[in-house]
């Protein structure tokens, strides 16, 4: 017999793909009849609101608010930035432990949010970066850090292949594991789901990242495509706003679901997305090898995955 259990499930804001790898886990939570409960910043919490209306909300948990520079060293504005981060990890500390008490919380899983684990509650942490791609100048020194957050979980799961040959993370999520570590394959909204191929549009583009790189390169796939014969689908990445326009060659849509847009990926002549892991793992799942991987400018764990997917 099921012993059911409350679960709170809290993704990091930071681009959509958190949030997209925690669907199937959310679902099947749901399915075995776990009570499950989310939490989320901006567009992470707005993209979960729309797929999972029914379920309930706690406050908003602490936020990273990581930035992005329009140019220049994306490792030295990342820098700056780490006083803001550390701080957000000790409040997600109390965060969690006042949460886990208010909701009676049994179990918790965060995707990439370090500070939340709690004496409370079992605490999971979901990462596929054990050993991120900082410059090789303060790598060993981060990588004390990482693997320790991660031991501060029961359990550590990483989104992989345990075989470094198989995996889709490569040296990412093979190097400086905890000792808490559970390879637990690829999570993606669209494993175990059947589609039928849609030809209505030659190229998809997914746009998505932290702005303001999502807009540059928004507009950048405009401007490339603009007055070509090639019928385009671009989906923006922005779930909190209603955009569908079509102007031309050129579809914009600001969000679709999982049984909408995969017919359509399947289908396209080609597929452009950034380099993120949760895209691959997505396109991994569909069996799609049409895709052209755009790194966002600075940022070295896409421009790895970039290097690390051709080369596999």
Same mark, same amino acid.
């Given at each position: 017999?099921?012993?059911?259990?409350?679960?709170?499930?809290?993704?990091?804001?930071?681009?959509?793909?958190?949030?997209?790898?925690?669907?199937?886990?959310?679902?099947?939570?749901?399915?075995?009849?776990?009570? #499950?409960?989310?939490?989320?910043?901006?567009?992470?919490?707005?993209l979960l609101k729309r797929t999972f209306p029914n379920l309930e909300f706690t406050p908003d948990p602490p936020d990273y608010?990581?930035?992005?520079?329009?140019?220049?060293?994306?490792?030295?504005?990342?820098?700056?930035?780490?006083?803001?981060?550390?701080?957000?990890?000790?409040?997600?500390?109390?965060?969690?432990?006042?949460?886990?008490?208010?909701?009676?919380? /049994?179990?918790?899983?965060? /995707?990439?949010?370090?500070?939340?684990?709690s004496s409370e509650c079992t605490s999971v942490i979901i990462t596929h970066q054990t050993?991120?791609?900082?410059?090789?100048?303060?790598?060993?020194?981060?990588?004390?850090?990482?693997?320790?957050?991660?031991?501060?979980?029961?359990?550590?799961?990483?989104?992989?292949?345990?075989?470094?040959?198989?995996?889709?993370?490569?040296?990412?999520?093979?190097?400086?594991?905890?000792?808490?570590?559970?390879?637990?394959?690829?999570?993606?909204?669209?494993?175990?789901?059947?589609?039928?191929?849609?030809? /209505?549009?030659?190229? #998809?583009?997914?746009?998505?990242?932290?702005?303001?790189?999502?807009?540059?390169?928004?507009?950048?796939?405009?401007?490339?495509?603009?007055?070509?014969?090639?019928?385009?689908?671009?989906?923006?990445?922005?779930?909190?706003?209603?955009?569908?326009?079509?102007? $031309?060659?050129?579809?914009?849509?600001?969000?679709?679901?999982? /049984? #909408?847009?995969?017919?359509?990926?399947?289908?396209?002549?080609?597929?452009?997305?950034?380099?993120?892991?949760?895209?691959?793992?997505?396109? $991994?799942?569909?069996?799609?090898?049409?895709?052209?991987?755009?790194?966002?400018?600075?940022?070295?764990?896409?421009?790895?995955?970039?290097?690390?997917?051709?080369?596999?």
């Amino acid at each position: 017999m099921l012993n059911k259990q409350r679960i709170l499930i809290v993704p990091l804001d930071w681009g959509l793909g958190h949030a997209s790898r925690c669907m199937p886990i959310i679902k099947r939570m749901v399915e075995v009849g776990h009570d #499950v409960i989310l939490a989320s910043n901006g567009r992470s919490k707005e993209l979960l609101k729309r797929t999972f209306p029914n379920l309930e909300f706690t406050p908003d948990p602490p936020d990273y608010s990581i930035t992005y520079p329009s140019e220049g060293s994306f490792a030295l504005h990342l820098g700056k930035q780490i006083p803001q981060i550390l701080k957000s990890i000790e409040e997600e500390e109390i965060w969690a432990k006042q949460i886990c008490k208010e909701y009676k919380i /049994d179990q918790i899983i965060s /995707d990439n949010r370090y500070g939340l684990h709690s004496s409370e509650c079992t605490s999971v942490i979901i990462t596929h970066q054990t050993s991120p791609r900082f410059p090789w100048l303060i790598r060993w020194y981060s990588n004390r850090y990482f693997k320790r957050w991660n031991e501060q979980f029961d359990y550590c799961w990483i989104p992989d292949e345990k075989p470094i040959e198989r995996s889709f993370g490569g040296a990412l999520s093979h190097k400086n594991v905890p000792k808490n570590a559970q390879y637990i394959g690829i999570l993606s909204r669209f494993t175990n789901q059947v589609y039928t191929a849609s030809t /209505d549009y030659s190229v #998809v583009v997914l746009i998505s990242g932290p702005e303001p790189q999502r807009s540059i390169f928004h507009e950048k796939m405009k401007r490339r495509f603009e007055g070509k014969a090639t019928s385009v689908l671009m989906l923006c990445g922005t779930p909190e706003t209603h955009i569908d326009k079509e102007e $031309a060659n050129i579809r914009e849509v600001s969000h679709m679901e999982d /049984d #909408v847009i995969a017919p359509f990926l399947k289908g396209a002549e080609l597929v452009i997305s950034r380099s993120g892991y949760s895209s691959i793992m997505d396109f $991994a799942a569909l069996g799609l090898k049409n895709v052209e991987y755009h790194a966002t400018p600075g940022q070295t764990e896409q421009e790895y995955l970039k290097k690390w997917t051709k080369k596999r």
